[in-house]
């Protein structure tokens, strides 16, 4: 293709030199080079011209025999007769030169308008720079980076955790290596896939793992780079990006973060500035409607906001096929460190699967951070490798925020969050069914922590019962019940226990349905899936004053039951919560044996029923 297009180009430009050839010829015979005028006359005088012809500033004449070059033609620019017959008289050769004015004139007027072409270009240029629009020809281009095979740098044994995810997309590779043998039989490969999960759990990298597999080119761009300033930029770079991919075929296009592209059309009311943005997505259902994927032509989407999704995008012949790439479980966690630790040093006796274990909820991203904050910690106390107390810092360090150890708490401050620590693990300890506690500590970190309670849990859960539930809020006031228990007053320092209980108990009623007298009923919208989105800003159903405050009692009925629970675990068990309590003041920090040891004769509370 470059061979024909160079033939091509000197074809071309030996033509032009032919043509210019042929003009400089045709100009040399044609035109005659003019005379002084002292020798026109001398011609008149010595009767050689035939018949003269007067110009506005020239004056030819014809000869009667040709010259000794043998022309027939002289041609002189004419000179006022006056001054011609003085200058005859001295014998002299004179002629008159008329001065072109023509490229003055022409730079009067082009000069300006280039100067002022010149300006507007360069202050435009940098207002799209600023604005992030790119070049001043390139604003209708697509802004997609391109990578083949080699510039990927990923492919699926980069990506751990999500091996379901990995299957789906297989077949995907399958057919970009080997288009006609995939469809055999007739059937097609699903125009666009889209990758569906939390923030962190490695869409983009699984995207970029699917071409490194396929060895095609990987057209990569976030929704967000399709709408401009200009109206109708953001359709037009959706139109050049599928014409270069269509170029390249067979290849993948990639849309991260598709939500800021593909919301639903006409969310927000009428006036609300969204022409734009829903033009670019009317070109993109318009292109996806028109390309033919038996060419090889792939389409992913990443988002973590299934639910704004335009219905059309979703439609089949659009993204025919969602795939779920949910945060990992404790095999996946493991498969994840694994692949991470690989970058640094680490100790023999540091065991993954412990880390995987400590980790639960965690994505991938996360555990990546999570590894590169254990290194950092290992480099800070001068270690040779990465160890497991330096993953234990790192947790404590994400979960908990950093350490104030310049934030000094006076002595009754310090009594106080010890006690309330204690609460916290004593009740965890007592409660059936609960993460068994995995260290206390009264060091503030973060914001506004004085002091911390680690539970680590022993396997993943995806469904809790009502008395779970409830544990779990027995569990958050642990440690506001030893306050009142030790102090008989009340502190500030449980504010987070009791919104959190309190959420967990408002779900239980109006998500779950676990109050017999309200009935299976959800009084609430279900919140999106993978967003932690306030209350305020996710809705709720519309519900009667009457079902309101019923809904109310029966949240404070189980929060103040869980609250009883807890009182009634540390007061049987006062001896040993006084005893964690001053050996928590004297050490600060008590691991998991130490706390094993510390509630042996631990009074255990049996599990009352839900509801009741």
């Not at 014809?62 to 620019?77: E, F, N, S, Y």
């Not at 072109?100 to 007027?109: M, P």
């Not at 699926?156 to 789906?168: L, M, N, T």
């Amino acid at each position: 293709m470059e061979q024909k297009t160079g033939w091509n180009i000197a074809y071309w430009l030996l033509a032009l030199l032919a043509l210019l050839w042929l003009q400089d010829w045709w100009q040399t015979t044609r035109t005659v080079e003019p005379v002084p005028y002292s020798e026109f006359e001398r011609a008149l005088a010595e009767g050689r011209v035939e018949e003269v012809i007067v110009g506005d500033k020239t004056i030819t004449g014809k000869l009667k025999h040709p010259d000794a070059k043998g022309k027939r033609v002289i041609v002189a620019t004419r000179v006022e007769p006056d001054l011609a017959a003085r200058l005859s008289q001295y014998n002299v050769p004179y002629a008159r030169v008329i001065e072109s004015t023509l490229l003055r004139d022409l730079l009067s007027w082009v000069l300006p308008a280039v100067a002022f072409f010149a300006v507007w270009f360069f202050l435009f240029r940098r207002f799209a720079e600023r604005q992030g629009m790119g070049g001043f020809m390139t604003i209708g281009k697509s802004r997609a980076k391109v990578y083949v095979e080699k510039n990927t740098g990923v492919t699926f044994d980069d990506v751990a955790g999500v091996d379901e995810a990995k299957a789906e997309l297989r077949e995907i590779v399958e057919f970009l290596k080997d288009p006609q043998a995939y469809g055999r039989l007739g059937a097609r490969i699903p125009k666009g896939v889209l990758l569906v999960g939390p923030p962190g759990t490695g869409k983009t990298l699984l995207a970029k793992a699917v071409a490194g597999e396929a060895g095609v080119p990987f057209f990569s761009i976030s929704g967000s780079e399709f709408v401009e300033l200009f109206v109708g930029v953001g359709a037009a770079r959706v139109r050049d990006l599928f014409e270069q991919a269509r170029a390249k075929a067979p290849a993948i296009i990639f849309i991260d973060e598709l939500d800021a592209l593909g919301r639903a059309r006409g969310v927000g009311g009428p006036v609300g500035g969204h022409d734009e943005r829903e033009q670019t997505l009317n070109q993109l259902l318009t292109e996806m409607d028109g390309f033919d994927s038996s060419v090889g032509l792939i389409i992913l989407a990443a988002t973590n906001r299934p639910e704004i999704l335009d219905p059309a995008l979703l439609r089949a012949g659009r993204f025919d096929r969602q795939v779920l790439v949910d945060r990992p479980d404790k095999k996946g966690r493991a498969a994840i460190l694994r692949v991470h630790v690989k970058k640094v040093k680490l100790a023999p006796e540091v065991d993954v699967e412990q880390v995987a274990a400590l980790t639960t909820g965690f994505s991938g991203a996360d555990l990546a951070n999570l590894v590169n904050e254990a290194a950092l910690a290992a480099t800070r106390r001068g270690a040779e490798a990465v160890q497991m107390q330096d993953f234990n810092t790192a947790i404590e360090r994400i979960i908990a925020g950093l350490e104030k150890k310049n934030r000094v708490l006076n002595p009754q401050e310090r009594a106080t969050v010890a006690y309330h620590e204690m609460g916290h693990a004593l009740v965890a300890m007592a409660l059936p069914g609960t993460d068994p506690v995995h260290k206390i500590s009264i060091i503030p970190r973060g914001i506004g922590a004085l002091g911390y309670t680690i539970q680590r849990p022993t396997e993943d859960r995806y469904l809790m019962t009502a008395e779970e539930l409830e544990h779990k809020i027995a569990v958050l006031l642990g440690g506001r019940a030893a306050e009142k228990l030790v102090f008989g007053k009340l502190s500030t320092g449980a504010a987070d226990d009791l919104a959190r209980a309190t959420d967990i108990a408002r779900d239980m009623i109006t998500r779950f349905g676990m109050d017999e007298d309200l009935g299976y009923i959800a009084y609430e919208a279900q919140r999106p899936r993978f967003l932690d989105v306030p209350e305020m800003v996710s809705g709720g159903c519309r519900v009667s004053e009457s079902t309101q405050a019923a809904i109310d009692r029966a949240i404070r009925t189980i929060v103040m039951r869980a609250f009883e629970r807890a009182y009634r675990i540390l007061e049987d068990n006062r001896a040993i919560l006084e005893r964690g309590a001053q050996q928590l003041l004297a050490k600060e920090t008590l691991e998991e044996a130490e706390l094993r040891e510390l509630v042996q004769g631990l009074k255990p509370v049996a599990a009352a029923t839900a509801g009741g």
